[in-house]
């Protein structure tokens, strides 16, 4: 952690510390809506930073990541609604079938050799057959959904996750915390610099010794393991899970834009990539509303444009380039 | 001297195309040893059978008194073989440093110690002043030197070098072969080399062995070697009339 902070110039440590103390206090200062955007931001910060160490740092292409949410919320959910299992103990098997559904698609993929595009494909086929397992799972409700009913006496209960909006954010803003923080410290180990050699070039990576297999399965199992605890905090903060929802494709998307803009393989980029599309998207949406325009998937293709010309104006991500043009980190010796 | 490496009697076929056919040698530890021979004589395949990145059809290898053929090309690594690619594979997007890094990180589990270790590397190859720039950004030289550092941040008893002389001009050359006879004096790192640069060969190897079509056609010290008729005919020779 030190190394961490060390590896900041006093400017990046400014602005990095005026961002947590401006984030600690926004509840105080913004209303309710925003604290929202503010919340589904940190949400995704978290997720990205997940889905980053996969495919940022160790090259393997997940487009399927909506499975976990889904797996890690589901897993949660119907742990309490049908057994009284709070989320605080929920979170473990949650987080472990999740990881093992994410061990299976590894090791499907990286035994077998499907790289790439084919292992990318690999993973959209789980998220889909899930997605319609769990339209036909009656224990979880079926395509009809599951819900976490709203009780007035239990609000207070936080290691249940029940809460106000307040109380979300600040959970949220506590996972996209951890999650940046997981990721530098993995990210600077060596199985950070693994990962990086694997994606770099997998038969020099061997040739210098390295259990690519292994190395990879580590990184799915995290990665997979990371965002199912992000399901579990979906689950519970929108008290409603639908198969059709949960594991859509478009979920799986939309969690990875933050990391495609903002850089692949840095520890900022989700973060600076979910700043700027989440509060993007939300005042797109506003304002078609205001217009009065009934336009589903506006969205949608609101973000593709946006990625076109960012990856067009800067291929590398956002925070590569703010970087380098206003020194936050020190330069490598 | 005790044995490092031996190879008896291995091939490896191509769809018919015999690429090693019933190569045999060994090499004791500390030794300089050089294959040589034609384009397509089966140099690099016989690098890749015993580096673990192809099993061979017959015969064995052992290293350290261990059963090596068909053992992935990682585990060959961990046990203490180190090779470079003949088109050099460095990791394109990450720098000079963090590529050595990465090899040295193979039996030091500190990323600290790893990259002094690495720094300490680099500067044997006379790459510690570009260890911050890019690995894409060096130059083909940079870039065959920084496949020997990488290599060498194993801790290799055995370094395999696939053709590490290739595009250097003859200053480059002469540097590279101090560089190499250094690794072998001082860190006591056993050389097994490809290579077509003659002078670099003759300055280097205590022992050659030439293979054409595949086949071991002579074995011996450098001197002795390019004075037999067959490896001037099928080699040299050739290279002349070229």
Known sequence: MRALWGAMTPRGKALLAILVVALLLAPLAVNRYLLSVLTLILYFVYVGQAWNLMMGYAGQLSLGHALYVGLGGYVSAALWVHFGIGPWLGVFPAVAVGAAFGAAIGWLGFRFGIEGVYFALLTIAFAEFTRIGFDHISFTGGAGGLFIPYEEKRLGEWWNLRGGQPFFYYVAFLMAAAGVVIAALLSRARIGFQWLAVREDEIAARALGINTFRAKMKAVLVSSGMTAVGGVFYAFYNNSLFPAQVFDIGRSIELILAPIVGGLGTIFGPVIGAFILTPLGEILITAIDRIGINAPGVKAVFYGLLLMIIISVVPNGVWPWIVQRFALVKRQP | ?242
């Not at chain 2, 004589?41 to 015969?59: H, Q, R, S, V, Y």
């Not at chain 2, 293979?211 to 005919?233: F, M, S, T, W, Y």
């Open chain 2, 1 to 242: 001297m005790t044995q490092l490496l031996s190879v008896v009697d291995i091939s490896k076929r191509f769809r018919g195309l015999v690429a090693v056919d019933k190569a045999s040698f060994a090499l004791d530890e500390g030794d300089i040893f050089a294959v040589i021979g034609p384009n397509g004589a089966g140099k690099t395949t016989l690098f890749n059978m015993i580096a673990g990145m192809l099993a061979p059809d017959e015969g064995t290898i052992t290293f350290c008194g261990q059963r090596i053929d068909g053992m992935p090309a990682d585990a060959v690594c961990r046990l203490g073989i180190g090779r470079t690619f003949q088109i050099v594979r460095p990791f394109p997007s990450l720098s000079v440093e963090d590529n050595v890094t990465i090899g040295a990180l193979l039996h030091r589990s500190d990323v600290g110690a790893a990259r002094s270790y690495a720094r300490d590397v680099l500067a044997k190859l006379d790459l510690f002043d570009k260890r911050a720039v890019t690995a894409s950004a060096l130059t083909l030289p940079n870039r065959k030197r920084l496949e020997v550092a990488r290599a060498l941040a194993t801790d290799p008893k055995l370094l395999l070098l696939d053709e590490v002389m290739a595009g250097l001009v003859p200053t480059e050359t002469d540097r590279m072969v101090e560089i190499l006879r250094g690794l072998n004096r001082d860190m006591g790192v056993t050389i097994l080399l490809i290579e077509h640069v003659m002078r670099a060969v003759m300055a280097l190897a205590g022992k050659v062995l030439v293979l054409h079509h595949g086949a071991a056609i002579a074995q011996g010290p450098p001197q002795e070697v390019v004075r037999d008729p067959r490896v001037i005919k099928s080699y040299l020779g050739a290279e002349v009339a070229l």
